[in-house]
Structure formats: C-alpha cells, structure tokens
Nanobody, 121 residues
C-alpha cells in the first residue's frame, strides 16, 4: 500500500525558511509528477508548485522566487524549500503525486496527510 508521508511544517517568523518533505512509502514505488498544494482557513485549496519527472517546474505567482520544489534522485521523495516566508503563506500544505507502483503501466494519484505551516512573529 502506498502512502505519502509529509514532514517539515511548523512555525516560522516572517522572512524565515522551512523545508517540507513528501516521501512515498511502499514497495517498488516511483513518483512521477509531484505537486504541493496549500489551503488557508476559509480559502480554496491552491496549487503552489509542481515538478515533473524530468524536472520541469511550475510555480504559483505568489511564491515565485521564494519557494523551490525539487525531488530526490531515486524518485521516492519530493521537497518544497520555502524562503522569505510571509504571513500570507500560513496554510496547511499538502503534497499530491502520481505514483507508479511495481510494474503498473499507469500511475495512481495519492495525497499526503497535510502539514501546518504558520508564519507569524
């Protein structure tokens, strides 16, 4: 069974940094495209950043130049480096990935459990 396990959230001061991790657990798993979403209280979930298997990245305008998405070489984990954090970055952050399992021809979508990021002085 595949799970995406997130870690790295917490409290940061404005201007500070946090790094989120998303690791796929299970046998013979391989992440294809990895996405990070966030949802602030009272707001819709929004896409923050994506990275494809070849390493093509996309960012929301609100985080360009501040956040960096990257992935491990074994395609079992992805990361979101968040710098120059602002109070408006406060949200629950979720990773979502389509994951190949074993010899499956097509990947299946999985979500992480979410991790709280709070930016406050």
């Amino acid at each position: 069974q595949v799970q995406l396990v997130e870690s790295g959230g917490g409290l940061a001061q404005p201007g500070g940094s946090l790094r989120l991790s998303c690791t796929a657990s299970g046998t013979s798993v391989s992440i294809n495209t990895l996405n990070w979403y966030r949802q602030a209280p009272g707001k819709q979930r929004e896409l923050v950043a994506s990275i494809t298997r070849p390493g093509i990245t996309v960012y929301a305008d609100s985080v360009k130049g501040r956040f960096t998405i990257f992935r491990s070489g074994d395609n079992k984990a992805g990361y979101l480096q968040m710098d120059s954090l602002r109070p408006e970055d406060t949200a629950v952050y979720y990773c979502k990935a389509d994951v190949f399992v074993g010899r499956d021809s097509y990947p299946a979508d999985y979500w992480g459990q979410g991790t709280q990021v709070t930016v406050s002085s």
